[in-house]
């Protein structure tokens, strides 16, 4: 049976890729996308959320949320994402988004869900997951699991510090870390083994054909190169968040005491991650060490197969 998962992004580009990966695959049954401002400002995002959705030919039901963090101010990623947020890759409007407000309708698929669980990935800042969370504690209950691409152990890509998503919402990030639940970190250091190479987006785009790989690959081919990775490609966070969930096997990990910094100074939004057990806590995630990246773009391949 495929597993329910909910995916609350910032499309973003390499949102729109881990959107491809599991709305191709049919192991997981999207029942959700949950929208907040990120990457760039949520008009734009849900834009792209609903084209992402709308080109997939799925009926998943798009929903607006957070426009900005619970605390501070709101501060975009234009600069990688480009103003549209998928990198000036223009696509067919999407369907309409459904009505209400994220953290409403997040609660409402975990009561949907019962006891069998939802899976909630979260890709973007965690301020949607934080209020649905923090408002209806009961449904915890009915929360499979937590993946979150956040984070890094060694050094930031917004700050020297921190990692944008966590930056983004510190406060929420700690409500979500908090939960009690079991949440699985894709940091950094993980992404950057998913790297899209020109060679590899030219595999892709070799592999077939249809709209979805078309987007996908003019979004990839449009993604600046990562200075931090010595300009090699761009490394492809989201999706690994999703690659997680369909191939276990292929990453190593290790359970980790992981804290926010919600403080005010140089290290907002840092996830300090104890990987040697140095502080004697409680394990209270599990982090994700290594991927093959082989097995990740061969899943993006077959999920772009799957898709018109
Ligand atoms: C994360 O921040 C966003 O820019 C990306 O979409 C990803 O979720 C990487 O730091
Ligand atoms: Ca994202």
Redesign the pocket.
């Known amino acids: 049976m495929a597993r329910q998962i909910l995916i609350d992004?910032?499309?973003?580009?390499?949102?729109a890729i881990a959107l491809f990966m599991a709305l191709g695959d049919p192991r997981l049954d999207v029942r959700l996308v949950t929208v907040a401002g990120?990457?760039v400002g949520l008009a734009h995002t849900l834009r792209n959320a609903r084209a992402l959705v709308g080109l997939s030919g799925k009926a998943v039901p798009v929903v607006a949320g957070a426009e900005r963090p619970l605390m501070g101010s709101f501060q975009d990623?234009a600069h990688?994402?480009g103003e549209d947020g998928l990198g000036g890759v223009r696509l067919p409007e999407g369907p309409a988004a459904a009505a209400g407000i994220a953290a409403d309708a997040i609660r409402e698929a975990l009561r949907a869900a019962g006891p069998a669980g939802l899976t909630l990935v979260g890709?973007?800042p965690a301020t949607n997951l934080a209020l649905a969370l923090a408002t209806e504690p009961g449904l915890l209950a009915n929360v499979a699991e937590i993946v979150l691409?956040?984070g890094?152990w060694a050094e930031g890509?917004?700050t020297p510090a921190a990692?944008?998503?966590a930056w983004?919402d510190p406060e929420a990030l700690a409500v979500v870390l908090g939960c009690g639940r079991p949440v699985t970190l894709v940091t950094?250091e993980l992404?950057a083994q998913a790297l899209a190479t020109p060679a590899r987006i030219e595999a892709l785009s070799r592999g077939g054909s249809g709209a979805c790989r078309e987007a996908a690959c003019g979004i990839l081919a449009a993604t600046p190169p990562s200075r931090r990775l010595g300009g090699a490609g761009s490394?492809q966070?989201?999706s690994c968040a999703i690659a997680w969930l369909l191939a276990p096997e292929a990453f190593t990990r290790r359970e980790v005491f992981v804290e926010v910094d919600c403080g005010t100074g140089p290290g907002r939004g840092q996830t300090v991650v104890d990987r040697w057990e140095r502080l004697g806590r409680k394990a209270n995630a599990t982090l994700l060490d290594t991927l093959d990246a082989e097995v990740f773009f061969a899943l993006l391949d077959r999920s772009l197969s799957r898709l018109p």
Do not use: Q, Y
Request: with cysteine; hydrophobic share 30%.
């Open positions: 992004c910032d499309p973003g580009t390499d949102d990120g990457n990623a990688v994402h890709i973007g691409m956040t890094a890509n917004v990692e944008f998503n983004s950094l992404s490394p966070h989201d």
